[in-house]
């Protein structure tokens, strides 16, 4: 999951997951910069959540995960926005669900003690994954729940880019914005990247990787930690 085009969660069945993609605006430059005024981090509020997931559809349109669970482009479109609610509507009802630019960028966080709804979850993946997939993908879930730490702590399930302005520092912004948040309440942060790419950037904000997860014809997923950072 490139930040700028990414996004994983973790629950159970059981669980969700994050990202990459690619631009499709180099041949628009002076249009794309025409989309990059605004900077300042906002939240979004429940009645954002549709514009907000059209953004992250776009963004983990290619990723690595999303499409081992709906390698149907039909099946990814009719899903996704579902599946995003099921994992982490509950970031926009805490004003935690943090964009930039119009939606141009979405970070959706779920403070400590806020999670998803896994029953909704294992239902849109037994109504949704090719069967043949359900027994590879609960024991890929049940390994990224045993990652998902037990102490208070900020959590990432997805956060992504529309394509067309991906490369600006947009995801990075977000993540900064967010781990200010995480330094202050003096908790760490946890997500789960699905992509090198996207590994190598987290580790470049001081999350540290805590093992590979992969099952059977799934992809790989690096569930990441990032300790606080004090300020004194």
């Known amino acids: ?5 990414h996004g994983w969660p973790a629950a159970s069945l059981h669980a969700p997951w994050h990202r990459n993609g690619v631009s499709v605006a180099d041949s628009l430059p002076q249009n794309r910069e025409s989309l990059m005024s605004n900077h300042s ?6 009645g954002d959540l549709h514009k907000a997931i059209a953004t992250l559809e776009l963004a983990f349109a290619a ?5 081992w669970f709906w390698p149907d482009p039909a099946v990814y479109r009719a899903t996704f926005a579902k599946f995003v609610g099921a994992i982490a509507e509950g970031a926009f009802g805490q004003g935690t669900a943090l964009w930039l630019d119009d939606a141009r960028a ?3 966080w779920l403070p400590p003690g806020v999670g998803g709804d896994d029953d909704a979850l294992v239902q849109i993946m037994l109504e949704s994954v090719d069967p043949g997939l359900l027994a590879d993908l609960s024991t890929f879930a049940d390994i990224v729940r045993e990652h998902h730490p037990v102490v208070d702590h900020w959590y990432l399930p997805v956060t992504g880019v529309d394509p067309f302005v991906q490369g600006k520092g947009l ?3 977000l993540l900064r914005h967010a781990l ?8 760490p942060a946890y997500l789960e990247a699905s992509t090198v790419r996207s590994r190598l950037l987290y580790e470049r904000f001081g999350f540290r990787e805590l093992g590979v997860i992969q099952v059977g014809t ?3 997923v690096w569930p ?3 300790d606080p950072i004090s300020s004194n």
């Open 218 to 220: 799934s992809p790989s």
């Open 106 to 108: 979405v970070a959706l």
């Open 63 to 67: 990723d690595p995960v999303m499409r």
């Open 224 to 226: 990441m930690l990032r």
């Open 1 to 5: 999951m490139g930040i700028e085009g």
């Open 171 to 173: 995801g990075s912004t």
């Open 41 to 46: 981090v906002g939240s979004a509020g429940p």
């Open 180 to 187: 200010a948040r995480c330094d202050l309440d003096g908790l």
